[in-house]
């Protein structure tokens, strides 16, 4: 049974940071990448950033180029999302992403985060 359990979210004031922490089971065929997409309100989902668990390549929506950092551990199947420099506009539901080796998706359930002063 595949699990994605994410931590991590909650009420944050503008400038301050947060981080994410998703850890992903049952994965069957390996895991190809594991990345955030959030969904702010009333928007589309959107990818936040991108990890591929092999080369550690990444890929950035650009509004958070330089103040957020994605990061892996695949011995214990984690993603993590530091958040920095937060902005009201980052405000939205965030969730994590597992992709395997068959390009399968798994999603996690949310987690929210919300930046107002």
């Known amino acids: 049974q595949v699990q994605l359990v994410e931590s991590g979210g909650g009420l944050v004031q503008p400038g301050e940071s947060r981080r994410l922490s998703c850890s992903a089971s049952?994965?069957?065929?390996?895991?190809?990448?594991m990345g955030w997409y959030r969904q702010p309100p009333g928007k589309q989902r959107e990818l936040v950033a991108l990890i591929i668990t092999d080369s550690a390549v990444t890929n950035y929506n650009p509004s958070v180029k330089g103040r957020f950092t994605i990061t892996r551990d695949n011995a214990k199947h984690t993603v993590n999302l530091q958040m920095n420099n937060l902005l009201p506009e980052d405000t939205a539901v965030y969730y994590c992403?597992?992709?395997?080796?068959?390009?399968?998706?798994?999603w996690g359930q949310g987690t929210q985060v919300t930046v107002s002063s």
């Open positions: 049952g994965i069957n065929h390996g895991i190809n990448a």
């Open positions: 992403n597992v992709r395997n080796n068959l390009f399968q998706n798994y």
